[in-house]
């Protein structure tokens, strides 16, 4: 897989939160949590944000970061037009750190043991990517279902 599929699929699914969270019409409604469901959109982009940062941006592309993850569940009621920069944002660190890498960087081990075992930058990212449209998902369901009230 080359950095430019990589990258592009990144593109493509904040683009995709961005239009999610921008399709919430009452804004305070990104902050809900009812019935079963355990994380507000508002958080889970938040969530994302904060993942994407940390393990590309920092990691991968020595940006300065410094993850807050508890933050990410706890902070309520930042306005959509905040998390939509936020997601612009991101969206370029990602993309920039991406495209900083080498092809032979992809078979390199990821430089953080998260699975107990080493695993590939390559393998990692493509994790990340499956990651990010889990907690799309959710979010669309998260955003239909509270528009219903």
Request: glycine share 4%; with cysteine.
């Amino acid at each position: 897989m080359s950095s430019e599929s990589i990258a592009e699929l990144f593109d493509r699914d904040l683009n995709n939160l961005r239009n999610e969270i921008n399709s919430y019409e009452d804004e305070s409604k990104l902050w809900i949590i009812e019935r079963n469901i355990k994380n507000s959109g508002g958080n889970l982009c938040l969530h994302l944000l904060g993942n994407l940062k940390l393990f590309i941006g920092s990691v991968l592309g020595k940006k300065n970061y410094e993850r807050n993850r508890d933050a990410e569940f706890s902070l309520k009621n930042i306005p959509k037009k905040d998390l939509l920069e936020e997601i612009d944002l991101t969206r370029e660190i990602v993309h920039e750190s991406i495209k900083s890498l080498a092809e032979v960087d992809f078979a390199m081990i990821y430089p953080i043991d998260l699975q107990n075992k080493p695993i590939t930058t390559e393998f990692f990212l493509i994790s990340l990517i499956a990651h990010l449209n889990y907690h799309l998902g959710q979010i669309n369901y998260h955003r239909r279902m509270i528009d219903l009230n």
